[in-house]
C-alpha cells in the first residue's frame, strides 16, 4: 500500500541555519503531497502542498518541490527561526481511493536554537 | 471563517469503558475525517463521512464508529475501550471535492488506564 518515509528525528539547528528534511513517499496512484505542521499542544497545520509533478509548494519561506522521478517532496528552508521549532509531517492524498484520506509519515521534530 | 473545534480536550477513562468524542466543522465543510495520533507516531486515518455517510474507512476494527450530523459536525464513538487506544484524536473537515484542503481541529488527547 501507499506510504511515506520521513528522516528521523530530532532535527537540531541554529538560528539562520538551512534545513533539509527529506521525505520520500510509495504511491500505486498519482498522489497530492502535503506538509503539515504540529505545534506543542495544538492540532496539524497545512504548510505547504503540491498536486501533480514539478509543482513547488511555498509557505512562509519553507519550499518544497515534487519529484516524480525520485518520488520525493524534501522540505527547505533557507534560514529558520526559533519559532519554526515544532514537529513537521510529510503526508501524501491518493486519488486512487475513494476517499482523500491522508497518509502520514511519523514526523519529524525541529529544535532551532538562538 | 470559524475553525474546527473539537471537545473535550482531555479524557481518562478506563479498558472497557466507551467514548464518545466530538467536532464542529470549519463553516462551509461538508466532508469531516477522523485520524488517531499515537505518542510520536503520524495521524492514522480512521474514517471519513460526507453528507452524514460514511465514504472511507482506515485498518480499524468496528468499535470504532462514527456519526456526522445534517450541521456537518460529527462524533467518534469508541466501544471496549483498550489501553492501546490512548491517544490524540484528531478531526479535519473539507469542502467537497478530492484537491479541497482538509482542515484540522487541535485534538482530543484520550488516555486508558
Not at chain 1, 528525528?9 to 497530492?32: D, K, M, Q, R, W
Not at chain 2, 474546527?4 to 469531516?32: A, D, M
Given at each position: 500500500?501507499?506510504?511515506?518515509?520521513?528522516?528521523?528525528?530530532?532535527?537540531?539547528?541554529?538560528?539562520?541555519?538551512?534545513?533539509?528534511?527529506?521525505?520520500?513517499?510509495?504511491?500505486?496512484?498519482?498522489?497530492?503531497?502535503?506538509?503539515?505542521?504540529?505545534?506543542?499542544?495544538?492540532?496539524?497545520?497545512?504548510?505547504?502542498?503540491?498536486?501533480?509533478?514539478?509543482?513547488?509548494?511555498?509557505?512562509?519561506?519553507?519550499?518544497?518541490?515534487?519529484?516524480?522521478?525520485?518520488?520525493?517532496?524534501?522540505?527547505?528552508?533557507?534560514?529558520?527561526?526559533?519559532?519554526?521549532?515544532?514537529?513537521?509531517?510529510?503526508?501524501?492524498?491518493?486519488?486512487?481511493?475513494?476517499?482523500?484520506?491522508?497518509?502520514?509519515?511519523?514526523?519529524?521534530?525541529?529544535?532551532?536554537?538562538? | 471563517?470559524?475553525?474546527?473545534?473539537?471537545?473535550?480536550?482531555?479524557?481518562?477513562?478506563?479498558?472497557?469503558?466507551?467514548?464518545?468524542?466530538?467536532?464542529?466543522?470549519?463553516?462551509?465543510?461538508?466532508?469531516?475525517?477522523?485520524?488517531?495520533?499515537?505518542?510520536g507516531q503520524g495521524p492514522q486515518f480512521?474514517?471519513?463521512?460526507?453528507?452524514?455517510?460514511?465514504?472511507?474507512?482506515?485498518?480499524?476494527?468496528?468499535?470504532f464508529s462514527g456519526l456526522q450530523f445534517?450541521?456537518?459536525?460529527?462524533?467518534?464513538?469508541?466501544?471496549?475501550?483498550?489501553?492501546?487506544?490512548?491517544?490524540?484524536?484528531?478531526?479535519?473537515?473539507?469542502?467537497?471535492?478530492?484537491q479541497e484542503t482538509q482542515y484540522f481541529?487541535?485534538?482530543?488527547?484520550?488516555?486508558?488506564?
Amino acid at each position: 500500500g501507499d506510504s511515506v518515509t520521513q528522516m528521523e528525528g530530532p532535527v537540531t539547528l541554529s538560528e539562520e541555519a538551512f534545513l533539509t528534511i527529506n521525505c520520500t513517499y510509495t504511491a500505486t496512484g498519482y498522489p497530492s503531497l502535503f506538509w503539515y505542521v504540529q505545534y506543542p499542544g495544538e492540532g496539524l497545520q497545512l504548510l505547504l502542498k503540491a498536486t501533480k509533478a514539478d509543482d513547488k509548494g511555498s509557505n512562509k519561506g519553507f519550499e518544497a518541490t515534487y519529484r516524480k522521478e525520485t518520488t520525493s517532496f524534501h522540505l527547505e528552508k533557507g534560514s529558520v527561526q526559533v519559532s519554526d521549532s515544532a514537529v513537521y509531517f510529510c503526508a501524501l492524498s491518493d486519488l486512487s481511493y475513494n476517499t482523500d484520506k491522508l497518509i502520514f509519515g511519523t514526523g519529524t521534530r525541529l529544535q532551532v536554537f538562538p | 471563517e470559524t475553525g474546527v473545534t473539537q471537545s473535550p480536550t482531555h479524557l481518562i477513562k478506563t479498558r472497557g469503558q466507551q467514548v464518545t468524542l466530538r467536532c464542529s466543522s470549519q463553516s462551509g465543510h461538508n466532508t469531516v475525517s477522523w485520524y488517531q495520533q499515537a505518542l510520536g507516531q503520524g495521524p492514522q486515518f480512521i474514517f471519513q463521512y460526507y453528507r452524514e455517510e460514511e465514504n472511507g474507512r482506515g485498518n480499524f476494527p468496528p468499535r470504532f464508529s462514527g456519526l456526522q450530523f445534517p450541521n456537518y459536525s460529527s462524533e467518534l464513538n469508541v466501544n471496549a475501550l483498550e489501553l492501546d487506544d490512548s491517544a490524540l484524536y484528531l478531526c479535519a473537515s473539507k469542502r467537497e471535492g478530492f484537491q479541497e484542503t482538509q482542515y484540522f481541529g487541535p485534538g482530543t488527547r484520550l488516555l486508558v488506564l
